[in-house]
């Protein structure tokens, strides 16, 4: 497609289950970053990828989270043993290098029970 | 660290009137700054930014201006429409990451 894409749009996990939240960027873009919008708030990084490598895994908040690009397209961010304060909206972006426009996705919204 | 801080909301105009939202940021170096909208069941878009001081981002009638000695960024429309209604997040980008404001609702009415 045009735009980078995530699925699923709307998840709905109990307390304690594992999620996977799948991004597809942009073809051709070398960077991808993922950010976390709890309700009402602005986006806040979570982690970002060069290729395959993660180049900065600092915004994940706990050991719960783990992010893997491994062919340097799609990416997944797993959250593990779901918590209700996990409940956000999950953005992808991508940019065709680094330093340049990021492109989001729709956002995956994420509801723990 | 990096930090923005945005103008709190929501905020509430006419339809043609002038529109300012307040942004001012802290910084290391020399970030580039940038305008994101969020229309409602959209996902966030570009409108404007800037790269270095002075620069001034122009798009859709907005615009901000990059002011170093005042560490801001305010936006600007001189008459705003109501398919303006959104939520507008400021942000900064120092190494590759964004760093955002916390977004500020905007209503305009008829």
């Known amino acids: 497609g045009a735009g980078v894409s995530q699925s699923p749009r709307y998840k709905v996990a109990k307390r304690g289950q594992d999620v996977a939240l799948r991004c597809d960027p942009i073809?051709?873009?070398?960077?991808l970053f993922w950010y976390q919008q709890a309700l009402g708030q602005g986006p806040e990084f979570l982690t970002y990828?060069?290729?395959?490598?993660?180049?900065?895994k600092s915004g994940l908040p706990s050991d719960r989270f783990f992010a893997e690009r491994p062919e340097g397209s799609v990416s997944t961010l797993k959250i593990q043993r779901t918590q209700q304060e996990d409940s956000a909206v999950y953005l992808c972006?991508?940019?065709?290098?680094?330093?340049?426009?990021?492109?989001f996705g729709p956002g995956t919204r994420l509801t723990v029970l | 660290g990096n930090s923005v801080t945005q103008m709190e909301g929501p905020v509430t105009l006419s339809e043609e009137a002038f529109l300012t939202i307040n942004c001012t940021y802290t910084?290391?170096?020399?970030?580039?700054l940038f305008w994101y909208v969020q229309y409602p069941g959209e996902g966030l878009q570009l409108l404007l930014k800037?790269?270095?001081?002075?620069d001034k981002g122009s798009n859709k009638g907005f615009e901000a201006t990059y002011r170093k000695e005042t560490t801001s960024f305010h936006l600007e429309k001189g008459s705003v429409q109501v398919s303006d209604s959104a939520v507008y997040f400021c942000?900064?980008?120092?190494?590759?990451?964004?760093?955002f404001g916390q977004g500020t609702r905007l209503t305009i009415n008829p």
């Open positions: 972006a991508s940019s065709s290098s680094s330093g340049t426009q990021q492109f």
């Open positions: 073809s051709g873009h070398v960077s």
């Open positions: 990828f060069q290729n395959e490598a993660q180049l900065d």
């Open positions: 910084a290391t170096g020399y970030p580039s």
């Open positions: 800037a790269t270095k001081a002075d």
């Open positions: 942000a900064l980008q120092g190494a590759q990451k964004l760093v």
